[in-house]
């Protein structure tokens, strides 16, 4: 189990919420899991990219997003479960 286990709903640094998907193999990015984009910056439902939180900004070498914190998938209305279920398909 990584830092935060799958199916946590988090907010990252770009304003965006996903879900975790996968946790990060490599030991040394325990806090990058792998990420299902769930809103865009601006808080709009979207049925996002799957993306990698060690994935770098080309430009200025840093992490493109980072996870700023948990959120209870309750009070935002999300359904983890269908997420993760469209993924096992």
Do not use: H
């Amino acid at each position: 189990v990584g830092a935060y286990p799958i199916g946590s709903l988090v907010f990252l640094s770009t304003g965006e919420m996903g879900i975790v998907l996968e946790a990060n193999e490599d030991p040394a990015f325990p806090r990058r899991p792998t990420v299902k984009l769930i809103t865009d910056i601006d808080g709009n439902f979207v049925d996002g990219s799957v993306v990698s939180l060690v994935e770098t900004d080309p430009e200025t070498g840093q992490y493109a997003r980072s996870i700023i914190n948990t959120l209870d998938p309750e009070k935002y209305g999300v359904d983890v479960a269908r997420y993760l279920l469209a993924r096992a398909v």
